[in-house]
């Protein structure tokens, strides 16, 4: 069975950063794209940032400059380093893998900003 395995989350203070940490396995197919999207309560899911095999990078316009995605598609691995978070952050962040057959999402890992 596929399995999306997120990691890091937690309670944090405004202005603190946390790194959230990804890692996909008994995946069949390749991945060509991972990338973190979260939901907060009441609202929809959105993308964070997305990586994919080639290198190439995205980000929502919202954590420009204070997130950073990184990691290892050919070893199936994503991470998001997020600094300067603030209380609107706060919300469950979900790993995604893509593959060219399917798409899978981990479990989540809730993200808490709050003084």
């Known amino acids: 069975q596929v399995q999306l395995v997120e990691s890091g989350g937690g309670l944090v203070q405004p202005g603190g950063s946390l790194t959230l940490s990804c890692a996909a396995s008994?995946?069949?197919?390749?991945?060509?794209?991972m990338g973190w999207y979260r939901q907060a309560p009441g609202k929809q899911r959105e993308l964070v940032a997305t990586?994919?095999?080639?290198?190439?990078?995205n980000y929502a316009d919202f954590v420009k400059g204070r997130f950073t995605i990184s990691g290892d598609i050919p070893k199936n691995t994503v991470d998001l380093q997020m600094n300067n978070l603030k209380p609107e952050d706060t919300a469950v962040y979900y790993c995604?893998?893509?593959?060219?057959?399917?798409?899978?999402w981990g479990q989540g890992a809730q993200v808490t900003v709050s003084s």
């Open positions: 995604n893998a893509i593959t060219t057959v399917f798409a899978y």
């Open positions: 008994r995946i069949s197919f390749s991945i060509y794209r």
């Open positions: 990586l994919s095999s080639s290198g190439s990078v």
